[in-house]
């Protein structure tokens, strides 16, 4: 009588005691393997916490999730299960490779990922109320004629909760970007909705012929629909922007009662033209010096010039052709005279959020990473928080991330390492979220 039933013998045991009336099919017994896993891959000196949840029958749900690399539910494929697991996580350039051996509540084996040494992985099989104590729900909304699509992560406690719209960055990102915070912010009391932007996963229109204001609305329209659900409590009623996101965040609540709090996470202020600037000239800086630093950054500003302001594109190539074939030419990634980018730029290259800053009174949190790259820390802390206060809003509470990047991670150490989520981050968050405004500078 020494160890304990394992998950295996106590499906047999269960499986001999049942009476089966005859003509009837035996209970299906699921793979040892499945279930919902928590635990840790270890790589080296380096770790990172991951979950698998993993449901064998139909349907077929098999998800990976690492949190603090910013991956919530990201599908499985070749997924084979038993008393064994392997299944595979593939990218656009590396593929992880898990396989797994189940002993009762205990999954251990191997974590492979291309490019990097071979990693061991230990599990523990947990109750799915443990899991996730959340429930998340596909939702659509309407922005005029524009339909948009998104989850909304909700908590399983009865009552009325804080909420938060999350806002994407640049590009075409979709609500598998901020899954990750969704998933923090719910599992601590707080609904969130999390969706695709415009022309992403199953959003209609299209960003790239998208204005600002555009995208500020398709928020809007999510805030709204927020602020109806019976579980949410419409006092405590945000967004939260990252990057792109964090820019139109003032945007978003100065035409909406219904915010009543922002966070702003490596948003840029004033003139976007600006940011582009600063971006590319910090990314010239790390390679180049001197008249070759000079020449690149000039040209790149007279295409940002050209681009903005809509004017002829005759100057720019000329220049570009006089300058040679330098490598850092390639760098700079100036579109063909027929892309989407040109006249894209010129809808917002020159998109100013100073004014709708002013306008705020609503709590405000600003996070930075101290190491962003891609907007001046220092400087767009400086000046929003000075927008605010001389406008009569001192409700602001900053912090900012040491070691972190624009992403408000702290990349890893060696080649054999993981990102992970600078310390405080998302918890920062969740407690505003709970509690706005109750921080200062």
Same mark, same amino acid.
Request: no cysteine.
């Given at each position: 009588?020494?160890?304990?039933?394992?998950?295996?013998?106590?499906?047999?045991?269960?499986?001999?005691?049942?009476?089966?009336?005859?003509?009837?099919?035996?209970?299906?017994?699921?793979?040892?393997?499945?279930?919902?896993?928590?635990?840790?891959?270890?790589?080296?000196?380096?770790?990172?916490?991951?979950?698998?949840?993993?449901?064998?029958?139909?349907?077929?749900?098999?998800?990976?999730?690492?949190?603090?690399?910013?991956?919530?539910?990201?599908?499985?494929?070749?997924?084979?299960?038993?008393?064994?697991?392997?299944?595979?996580?593939?990218?656009?350039?590396?593929?992880?490779?898990?396989?797994?051996?189940?002993?009762?509540?205990?999954?251990?084996?191997?974590?492979?990922?291309?490019?990097?040494?071979?990693?061991?992985?230990?599990?523990?099989?947990?109750?799915?109320?443990?899991?996730?104590?959340?429930?998340?729900?596909?939702?659509?909304?309407?922005?005029?004629?524009?339909?948009?699509?998104?989850?909304?992560?909700?908590?399983?406690?009865?009552?009325?909760?804080?909420?938060?719209?999350? $806002?994407?960055? +640049? *590009?075409?990102?979709? !609500?598998? &970007? @901020?899954?990750?915070?969704?998933? =923090?912010? #719910?599992?601590? /009391? %707080?609904?969130?909705?999390?969706?695709?932007?415009?022309? $992403?996963?199953? +959003? *209609?229109?299209?960003? !790239?012929? &998208? @204005?600002?204001?555009?995208?500020? =609305?398709? #928020?809007?329209? /999510? %805030?709204?629909?927020?602020?109806?659900?019976?579980?949410?409590?419409?006092?405590?009623?945000?967004?939260?922007?990252?990057?792109?996101?964090?820019?139109?965040?003032?945007?978003?609540?100065?035409?909406?009662?219904?915010?009543?709090?922002?966070?702003?996470?490596?948003?840029?202020?004033?003139?976007?033209?600006?940011?582009?600037?600063?971006?590319?000239?910090?990314?010239?800086?790390?390679?180049?010096?001197?008249?070759?630093?000079?020449?690149?950054?000039?040209?790149?500003?007279?295409?940002?010039?050209?681009?903005?302001?809509?004017?002829?594109?005759?100057?720019?190539?000329?220049?570009?052709?006089?300058?040679?074939?330098?490598?850092?030419?390639?760098?700079?990634?100036?579109?063909?005279?027929?892309?989407?980018?040109?006249?894209?730029?010129?809808?917002?290259?020159?998109?100013?959020?100073?004014?709708?800053?002013?306008?705020?009174?609503?709590?405000?949190?600003?996070?930075?990473?101290?190491?962003?790259?891609?907007?001046?820390?220092?400087?767009?802390?400086?000046?929003?928080?000075?927008?605010?206060?001389?406008?009569?809003?001192?409700?602001?509470?900053?912090?900012?991330?040491?070691?972190?990047?624009?992403?408000?991670?702290?990349?890893?150490?060696?080649?054999?390492?993981?990102?992970?989520?600078?310390?405080?981050?998302?918890?920062?968050?969740?407690?505003?979220?709970?509690?706005?405004?109750?921080?200062?500078?």
């Amino acid at each position: 009588m020494g160890a304990s039933l394992g998950y295996r013998d106590v499906l047999l045991a269960l499986a001999i005691v049942l009476f089966v009336h005859p003509g009837t099919s035996p209970p299906v017994v699921p793979p040892a393997a499945a279930g919902h896993w928590e635990g840790m891959v270890h790589r080296g000196a380096s770790q990172l916490a991951i979950r698998l949840d993993l449901a064998g029958g139909t349907p077929n749900r098999n998800v990976f999730s690492a949190p603090d690399v910013g991956a919530i539910d990201i599908p499985l494929s070749h997924v084979r299960l038993g008393t064994t697991l392997h299944a595979e996580l593939v990218g656009d350039v590396t593929t992880t490779v898990i396989d797994g051996t189940v002993d009762g509540n205990v999954m251990t084996g191997t974590f492979r990922e291309t490019h990097a040494r071979d990693g061991t992985l230990r599990l523990h099989r947990i109750a799915a109320s443990v899991a996730q104590p959340y429930v998340t729900q596909p939702v659509t909304f309407v922005n005029g004629d524009v339909h948009l699509a998104g989850t909304v992560y909700a908590p399983r406690a009865s009552g009325k909760h804080p909420a938060v719209v999350l $806002v994407q960055g +640049s *590009g075409p990102e979709g !609500r598998w &970007a @901020t899954a990750y915070i969704a998933d =923090a912010l #719910a599992r601590h /009391g %707080v609904v969130a909705l999390s969706y695709d932007k415009r022309g $992403v996963g199953a +959003s *209609g229109g299209d960003w !790239r012929t &998208a @204005t600002f204001d555009d995208l500020a =609305a398709d #928020a809007r329209a /999510g %805030v709204h629909l927020l602020a109806q659900r019976a579980d949410v409590d419409p006092s405590r009623l945000g967004v939260y922007g990252h990057s792109q996101g964090g820019l139109l965040a003032p945007v978003i609540a100065e035409n909406d009662p219904e915010v009543t709090w922002i966070g702003d996470a490596d948003g840029s202020v004033g003139p976007q033209y600006l940011q582009d600037l600063f971006r590319v000239n910090t990314a010239l800086a790390k390679r180049y010096s001197g008249q070759t630093l000079a020449d690149a950054e000039k040209l790149y500003a007279e295409f940002v010039d050209t681009a903005r302001n809509g004017t002829p594109h005759a100057r720019l190539r000329t220049d570009m052709a006089e300058a040679g074939d330098p490598d850092w030419l390639d760098l700079l990634a100036i579109p063909d005279d027929d892309s989407w980018i040109w006249p894209w730029y010129a809808k917002t290259g020159n998109y100013d959020n100073s004014r709708a800053w002013g306008i705020v009174r609503v709590p405000v949190l600003i996070l930075f990473g101290a190491n962003d790259e891609v907007v001046a820390p220092r400087e767009s802390i400086a000046q929003t928080v000075s927008i605010l206060k001389a406008h009569g809003n001192a409700n602001v509470t900053v912090h900012v991330f040491p070691g972190a990047d624009h992403t408000l991670r702290i990349p890893p150490a060696g080649r054999d390492g993981w990102p992970h989520n600078a310390a405080g981050f998302p918890d920062m968050l969740v407690t505003f979220a709970l509690h706005p405004g109750t921080g200062s500078r």
